[in-house]
């Protein structure tokens, strides 16, 4: 199965600052490459899909970018709703596999 | 408005067997490929098992393979995981999820979860 190292595995920022998150895929994943977004208690949530493309009502200030093995995202300006913890997940291939997590922390 | 609502979690001994549901509403279920999702306490999200909007395909994760059994009823809205052979291991919050398709290929809706509880 396909493996995603996510890191760091803890980003420590402050408020308006950027963040930048990689996710590198054991094996290439094409484009096939989602972000999501999970806080505390809660589902997470989709912020962007085939590795470039916002979800519906995803703020501009993240961006996705990368193919093959190497993806990046990257948050340009930080607001204090943004810190929580970030996945990449992979649907190049069965079985589905999603990376360990990076937790973006107020610094 | 999109609705998934899971529910069958709970306790269950080491061996034992549980099935979870999740009632769908807000949207054209049977337009939709249908996955389950876990995340143990304290850990990162893990893959279980996905279903095509027709039911006629199924996958799943690897640790799964061969004790879960995922299927839905697009008469009835609900997505089903019959899980069996349960070990401590897959104690979790399992989470519903509607993979968007080519709109938003991604997981864009999810439910709250329901909690499975593996222990003696």
């Known amino acids: 199965e396909i493996v995603l190292t996510q890191s760091p595995a803890t980003l420590s920022l402050s408020p308006g600052e950027r963040a930048t998150l990689s996710c590198r895929a054991s094996q290439s994943v094409s484009s096939y490459l989602a972000w999501y977004q999970q806080k505390p208690g809660q589902a997470p949530r989709l912020l962007i899909y085939?590795?470039?493309n916002r979800a519906t009502g995803i703020p501009t200030r993240f961006s996705g970018s990368g193919s093959g093995t190497d993806f990046t995202l990257t948050i340009s300006s930080l607001e204090p709703e943004d810190f929580a913890v970030y996945y990449c997940?992979?649907?190049?291939?069965?079985?589905?596999?999603f990376g360990g997590g990076t937790k973006v922390e107020i610094k | 408005e999109v609705q998934l609502v899971e529910s069958g979690g709970g306790l269950v001994q080491p061996g034992g067997s549980l099935r979870l549901s999740c009632a769908a509403s807000g949207f054209t279920f049977s337009r939709y490929g249908m996955h389950w999702v876990r995340q143990a306490p304290g850990k990162g999200l893990e893959y279980v098992s996905a279903i095509t909007s027709n039911g006629g395909s199924t996958y799943y994760a690897n640790s799964v393979k061969g004790r879960f059994t995922i299927s839905r009823d697009n008469s009835k809205n609900t997505l089903y995981l019959q899980m069996g052979s349960l070990r401590a291991e897959d104690m979790a919050l399992y989470y519903c999820a509607r993979f968007g398709g080519s709109a938003a290929a991604g997981y864009d809706y999810w439910g709250l979860g329901t909690l499975v509880t593996v222990s003696s």
């Open positions: 997940q992979q649907r190049s291939d069965w079985p589905l596999t």
């Open positions: 085939d590795a470039s």
